[in-house]
Nanobody, 115 residues
């Protein structure tokens, strides 16, 4: 069993920065894909950034150059540093991990970008 706990959401002005953390418990290893998704009101959940099983990263086109995903394997924690935030980044951000044969999700953390 894997548990994911996100933290770090909040309210930030456009152009500001925010960092999210996702702490995993329950036998998650560096080979297990982990990443961040988000869901805005009325929209489908979408990939933001992720580590694949081979350690490479994928980013949504909308966040490339602004967001950075990182991982501390010793702490079983994945981070998302978000810079140059835009109002359209407003969403609930979810941490996701995959450990065969299923995926796991965190409870989500709200990020609101507004002046």
């Amino acid at each position: 069993q894997v548990q994911l706990v996100e933290s770090g959401g909040g309210l930030v002005q456009p152009g500001g920065s925010l960092g999210l953390s996702c702490a995993a418990s329950g036998s998650i290893f560096s080979i297990n894909p982990m990443g961040w998704y988000r869901q805005a009101p009325g929209k489908q959940r979408e990939l933001v950034a992720e580590f694949t099983s081979v350690g490479s990263t994928n980013y949504a086109d909308s966040v490339k150059g602004r967001f950075t995903i990182s991982r501390d394997n010793a702490k079983n924690t994945v981070y998302l540093q978000m810079n140059s935030l835009k109002p359209e980044d407003t969403a609930v951000y979810y941490c996701r991990a995959y450990k065969w044969p299923r995926e796991y999700w965190g409870q989500g953390t709200q990020v609101t970008v507004s002046s």
